[in-house]
């Protein structure tokens, strides 16, 4: 069972960044694909950004693309989300997850059903 671990949450004002932080203490992401979800109050989950370990090969969502990065280091994680001029409507629950096999990135990157690991999640709070 592979354990996922967010952290890095918290309470920003509009405007602001955080980085938010996926590990998997004793497990290396070697062919996965590792996604970012939230979850606003009274929403749906939502897909938002996801990156293939083997080749660093990226997906974002519209809502976030330009605004957030998500990235690794050399030792494939922790996989990181850097989110940059954070609006109030970014308040969520953040969730990171992971997929068996790198080509999720490919064939269907932010399909929830896709991934195979979730973490609990952390609140990142956005205030105007």
């Known amino acids: 069972e592979v354990q996922l671990v967010e952290s890095g949450g918290g309470l920003v004002q509009a405007g602001g960044s955080l980085r938010l932080s996926c590990a998997a203490p004793?497990?290396?992401?070697?062919?996965?694909?590792i996604g970012w979800f939230r979850q606003a109050p009274g929403k749906e989950r939502e897909g938002i950004a996801c990156l293939s370990s083997s080749d660093g090969s990226t997906y974002y969502a519209d809502s976030v693309k330009g605004r957030f990065t998500i990235s690794s280091d050399n030792a494939k994680h922790p996989v990181y989300l850097q989110m940059n001029s954070l609006k109030p409507e970014d308040t969520a629950v953040y969730y990171c997850?992971?997929?068996?096999?790198?080509?999720?990135?490919?064939?269907?990157?932010?399909?929830?059903?896709?991934?195979?690991?979730w973490g609990q999640g952390t609140q990142v709070t956005v205030s105007s």
């Open positions: 997850a992971a997929a068996e096999g790198s080509i999720v990135v490919v064939t269907t990157p932010l399909f929830e059903a896709a991934y195979d690991y």
């Open positions: 004793g497990f290396t992401f070697d062919d996965h694909t």
